[in-house]
């Protein structure tokens, strides 16, 4: 399978302080890789220098199987970007702001500014100036003009800041539809993990400016755990009565009074029955499944209370 992005050791240092260490990841064709952490991970300042508008303190960056110099840079041809905000002419229109990026790109065929604004649910909005456009919509055009020269790599950061949920399953969808009809490889940079879940088929979590993991979804999901999930209105006895009473010694307390029980998961009844009987409120049970924020979680040392990204 072609790789597509590939970075060795990438650092980049600002005065003394390390923004992104030694960061190792890469990206297949047709891939979505989801590059999830909370804001000031390093997300942007990583992006910044596969686009070479950063130069880094150390390491190498590869598109398409090249190392990136100043003699190949032509590679960027290959790949549209939408990075942090897009920046448009305020005063013109989204058809005449993609019209001169068109030119710019050499992009012959005029219909193909109106096909992308289609492409992106902004073919009512096209004759706007850009002045008047939400956030969100700014964020379409954005993607709008990304895709215009009909590149091989498409690199979104925060893709979805601005948008409501409708709008952020809209785009989801034309991510989705991107990847598998035209083999597009997607980096998409995001603090949302459920974006994220429900869009890549490859995760890189970057915490502190180390990627701490990278995997197939398929690989996360067969690493997740399923578990009964327990409220109860004692912990202590609870805890007692699972290892003492039940023989269970595989469980977790998430918080005061929540618990994850890892064994016995056809046996809730026993369980209920077993704490109910010895004076302990079972207020919630039922049985649940680790998701991508427990897996995050544990990666990162955070917990719910704590430094997180948004779900």
């Not at 240092?13 to 999830?36: A, C, D, K, P, W």
């Not at 890892?262 to 680790?290: A, C, F, P, W």
């Amino acid at each position: 399978m072609e790789t597509v992005l590939q970075t060795r050791h990438l650092t980049k240092q600002y005065q003394g302080t390390t923004v992104v260490e030694n960061l190792n990841m890469s990206i297949n064709r047709g891939e979505i890789y989801g590059f999830l952490g909370p804001n000031g991970a390093g997300k942007t300042t990583t992006i910044r220098m596969i686009m070479s508008l950063v130069k880094p303190t150390g390491g190498e960056v590869y598109l398409f199987g090249e190392k990136i110099t100043s003699n190949n840079i032509s590679l960027f041809q290959r790949i549209g970007a939408m990075i942090e905000y897009p920046g448009f002419y305020m005063n013109l229109t989204a058809v005449e702001n993609l019209d001169i990026h068109r030119r710019m790109m050499g992009i012959y065929d005029h219909r193909s500014v109106y096909e992308h604004l289609k492409l992106v649910g902004l073919q009512e909005a096209g004759d706007k100036k850009v002045k008047q456009y939400s956030l969100g919509m700014k964020q379409r055009l954005g993607i709008a003009r990304a895709l215009l020269h009909h590149p091989e790599f498409l690199i979104l950061d925060e893709p979805s800041n601005g948008l409501d949920p409708n709008g952020i399953v809209e785009i989801r969808e034309l991510l989705l539809e991107l990847s598998r009809k035209r083999e597009i490889s997607i980096l998409v940079s995001s603090h949302i993990l459920s974006e994220v879940q429900h869009l890549a088929s490859k995760i890189g979590i970057l915490h502190k400016g180390k990627l701490v993991e990278q995997l197939d979804f398929k690989e996360l999901q067969s690493r997740n755990r399923n578990y009964i999930f327990l409220r109860v209105t004692d912990s202590r006895k609870t805890a007692y009565l699972l290892e003492q009473k039940m023989n269970i010694h595989d469980y977790t307390i998430i918080e005061n009074g929540v618990f994850r029980v890892y064994e016995r998961l056809d046996e809730t009844e026993v369980v209920n029955q077993i704490l109910v009987s010895h004076g302990v409120g079972v207020k919630e049970m039922k049985l649940s499944v680790d998701s991508l924020e427990d897996y995050y979680l544990k990666l990162t040392g955070g917990n719910k209370h704590g430094e997180s990204v948004a779900m």
